[in-house]
């Protein structure tokens, strides 16, 4: 029986959101837990489960896990601390037993600690130092991630998703799981090529259905599929997780053809750069985004305040469209998602059905200036419900809905992810039902929102997560990275690495 083991250190931050990530913005698995928690849910862990299973020769190893609930600022120093030496401990006991044959790790790639910018390469070399160099190792990421030369170097093998919006997690897990085997079993020399792309980029020709990005994304699966690719892909990094690397990169991995991989990653990321203008957010001002709301007739307005996004890594206490509407007096109804745990408490202290003075808005971010709103409170909830599409439980704290005259908010207490729609649907509310939605996310499902709102417009608000990239204030990354640097000229930059 050859060993396996599998472990999980999935996180992403924004560096611009004040408030540090602690323990309690990841669930948490010991060994004795991970398969079991995975494997009811579409996530990367349950796909490799599923492929493994299929073989009688292989022994699973559970390691540790941590997977984040919902994104969030820097990782604090001791949650780092907790989650790496947990992490680390559970290779070194499971290898301890007996010698691990190969390793699967999920991880995301756009985590950052206090007191460490590249955990993912931190884990990975430190895992080298525990079962050897022999080993084979593979690793799958969110192309989100900020790929770096640790991490690449310590890897025989990365995957990472397909998708934008991602749909693929549950496959990535799979197609990690037999890459893996396809090493061990000796029929896989793996070769990999980065190609870095100096650029940031947001907007939607990013969703891979129907933008620029996917047919880039494209061209690389098409040699993934082909005979001699192995994995391939493209990382666009995330640009609120400031770190030394962070960057887009084209990664190629063949069997042992380094030429067709070094063309390929070449070709993908010059095309890439060709079009890095488009590739960025086109954004309405706040007035004129609820001047237009104000101007719409019928059917529902979406105003996607994306810089408040609490999946890429904001605390979703962003109150500046809310305020807006209330300045220019928008009479239709609204639904709206707020973090707030002050505004939460207030509304538990009186109960449903009573009446409620409170501040909402900037409760954790110092950028927003709290609005004093009176309203109805017409739910309470511990705030515990499923993700309506990979279905794992997702914990806002204790949350509140209140009615402030034509406005709904929807108060959490702790930032719960908002790039679907299971936070309203936990609490009864239906978003076509409203005349107004703000949503902070960058980009949803279509089904969610687009297909059938009436009008969809992507707010320049301010937060830590804008795509208005060159406000937030990047002082780590290395410069010159487009669009914060306009004048620059494209140097292609090949790293070939192979163990
Ligand atoms: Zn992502």
Redesign the pocket.
């Known amino acids: 029986m050859k060993r396996i083991l599998i472990a999980e250190c999935a996180q992403?931050i924004a560096s611009f959101n004040p408030v540090l990530s602690q323990l309690e913005s990841f669930r948490l698995a010991t060994p004795a837990e991970l398969f079991s928690e995975h494997r009811p849910h579409r996530t990367e862990i349950a796909g490799a489960l599923h492929h493994f299973d299929s073989r009688d020769d292989i022994e699973l190893v559970a390691g540790f896990g941590a997977r984040m609930i919902t994104s969030g600022g820097p990782t604090s120093a001791s949650a780092w601390k907790f989650i790496s030496e947990s992490f680390l401990d559970s290779i070194r006991a499971a290898q301890k037993v007996s010698k691990l044959d190969g390793l699967y790790f999920c991880l995301h790639g756009a985590m950052g600690a206090e007191n460490q910018l590249d955990p993912e390469g931190y884990l990975l070399e430190e895992t080298r130092k525990i079962v050897g160099e022999q080993v084979p190792i593979i690793a799958s990421f969110?192309?989100?991630g900020v790929i770096t030369d640790l991490v690449l170097k310590n890897c025989d093998l990365i995957t990472l998703?397909h998708t934008?919006p991602?749909t693929d997690l549950y496959e990535t897990g799979e197609r990690s799981a037999k890459l893996l085997l396809k090493i061990m079993d000796g029929e896989a020399k793996p070769v990999t090529v980065r190609a870095r792309i100096p650029a940031l980029v947001r907007g939607d020709e990013l969703k891979t259905k129907t933008g620029i990005f996917g047919q880039r994304v494209a061209e690389a699966v098409a040699l993934e599929n082909s005979a001699e690719g192995l994995s391939c892909g493209i990382f666009i990094g995330?640009p609120f997780t400031d770190l030394p690397e962070l960057s887009s990169n084209v990664i190629i991995s063949t069997n042992d053809d380094e030429k067709l991989a070094v063309e390929t990653a070449t070709k993908i990321a010059s095309e890439f750069w060709r079009d890095r203008a488009k590739l960025q957010a086109f954004l309405t001002s706040v007035p004129d985004a609820v001047a237009q709301a104000i101007a719409a007739k019928n059917g529902t307005t979406i105003l996607v305040d994306a810089a408040d996004a609490t999946s890429s890594g904001a605390c979703g206490d962003s109150n500046v469209v809310l305020a807006e509407l209330i300045k220019q007096g928008y009479s239709g109804t609204v639904l709206v998602p707020l973090t707030d745990p002050a505004a939460v408490a207030a509304a538990f202290k009186v109960g449903v059905g009573n009446t409620v003075t409170t501040h909402v808005g900037g409760a954790l971010d110092p950028r927003y200036t709290p609005i004093e709103v009176t309203g109805k409170v017409q739910m309470l909830s511990d705030g515990e419900f499923n993700n309506e599409v990979e279905g794992e439980p997702w914990r806002a704290g204790n949350c509140a809905v209140l009615k402030v005259k034509n406005i709904t908010l929807v108060l959490m207490s702790k930032p719960v992810n908002l790039h679907n729609r299971s936070l309203f649907f936990a609490h009864g509310l239906f978003p076509e039902k409203f005349d107004l939605v703000i949503v902070k996310s960058p980009h949803c499902q279509d089904h969610m929102y687009k297909s059938w709102a009436t009008t969809y417009i992507n707010v320049d608000a301010p937060g830590s997560t804008s795509a208005n990239l060159p406000t937030l204030g990047h002082t780590i990354c290395r410069r010159p990275i487009f669009p914060l640097d306009l004048d620059m000229e494209y140097v292609p930059e090949i790293t070939v690495y192979r163990r």
């Open positions: 992403e969110d192309l989100h998703y934008y991602h995330n």
